[in-house]
């Protein structure tokens, strides 16, 4: 008899967002506001660096944790947002998820447990678990998606290794306060946990005052492992490249799980990242507020209770009002209304829904239509 396949993958299922997303494609005419890619192109002058890459021949194996000359362009762009790190430091990867994916390989043994506040992106969970890990779910419905220190408290155990953070944050597009923060660094301190910092929305801010942990709590450094994409900003989500910035010896372990697994990013891609860290993403972070205008003020005509969100570009409505559970709210919408929206369960919150506003304007327009008009039949 074959024998059984990896038990902790086996108990994995698979993303219920590109299943949401599937369902949409076959539905003719669907409009989906289920993807977190953002609509824009990628800059002419990002793109035109891979043409001179090729030009000059850059097609042969490059370091495993990147060129020398991106990984000092990111530590510097990372010293000025107030997080020094050097360039020995960083680790330039197939985007966050693998950045992610490495990152709990080299942290997490069988038995350890990750505090995950939810709701929180499905990839944290996945990763833990497939490490042999248990999630510790921290649920921050009842604070307006804040961490606070009694409810971490209760997560914690002496089997904590590591609590994963992502201001802003998807789903909710909620931007972390400084008492979180500071809940998050007293965990830390105290108990010798590590915090996995998912930074990719960081550029992707509305107003107000916005603090990254790393550059709050700097004394934190020798277990603040910082995960950062190429992908939301610059809108080069099919590039597939990101970092990670921990300093010795946790970047040394984390660099064999990358070698391991990916060897290195493409050497032609890495030339135009470093261009991308040179050029201003605030006309697109300008639209995304824009649209994320319409979004709040369509829903609350909806009558769906949303918190308003300050980064990314999501919203995380309830649903609970319409008498249906988030799945059934989903496919119905898809099959009824041919509108796309993910499941607040696929982020460990069910009752909510996921709305993604980085579309063209006149779909998220249509789109926001169709959900008003499936929802005036379910209220």
Request: hydrophobic share 45%; aromatic share 6%; charged share 20%.
């Amino acid at each position: 008899m074959l024998k059984a396949t990896n038990r902790n993958l086996a108990q994995l299922a698979p993303s219920g967002i590109r299943r949401i997303s599937a369902l949409a494609a076959a539905r003719q005419g669907c409009i989906s506001l289920a993807l977190g890619e953002p609509d824009f192109t990628t800059p002419d002058a990002i793109c035109d660096e891979v043409t001179r890459a090729l030009a000059r021949g850059e097609t042969h194996y490059p370091p495993n944790n990147g060129t020398a000359e991106l990984r000092r362009a990111i530590a510097a762009y990372m010293t000025g947002q107030g997080i020094e790190r050097a360039a020995e430091d960083i680790i330039v990867t197939v985007g966050a998820t693998e950045a992610l994916s490495s990152t709990f390989r080299a942290l997490i043994d069988p038995g350890d447990e990750v505090i995950v506040p939810v709701p929180a992106f499905t990839v944290y969970a996945s990763d833990v678990r497939a490490c042999g890990g248990t999630v510790v779910e921290l649920d921050t419905t009842r604070s307006a998606f804040q961490i606070t220190p009694d409810d971490l408290a209760a997560c914690v155990s002496a089997a904590t290794k590591a609590i994963v953070i992502c201001s802003p944050n998807n789903p909710t597009g909620c931007v972390l306060d400084t008492p979180s923060l500071d809940a998050v660094a007293q965990l830390a301190a105290a108990h010798g946990v590590y915090v996995v910092c998912d930074d990719v929305y960081n550029r992707l801010v509305y107003e107000g005052a916005y603090e990254r942990f790393a550059a709050r709590h700097p004394e934190l450094a020798d277990r603040t492992v910082v995960i950062d994409s190429f992908s939301k900003p610059w809108a080069m989500t099919g590039w597939r490249v990101g970092w990670l910035a921990a300093t010795p010896p946790v970047v040394d372990e984390i660099a064999k799980a990358h070698q391991f697994a990916v060897s290195s990013v493409p050497a032609f891609i890495m030339p135009a990242a470093a261009r991308a860290l040179e050029v201003d993403p605030a006309p697109m972070v300008a639209a995304f507020r824009a649209r994320r205008e319409r979004v709040v003020h369509a829903l609350a005509d909806m009558g769906l209770g949303c918190n308003v969100p300050t980064g990314a570009f999501y919203a995380f409505p309830s649903i609970a009002q319409t008498g249906l559970d988030d799945e059934a709210f989903c496919e119905r919408a898809i099959r009824e209304a041919g509108v796309a929206l993910v499941p607040g369960g696929c982020f460990g919150v069910p009752g909510h829904v996921r709305l993604s506003y980085c579309v063209a304007d006149d779909a998220l327009d249509e789109g926001l239509s169709r959900l008003a008009g499936f929802v005036d039949t379910l209220i």
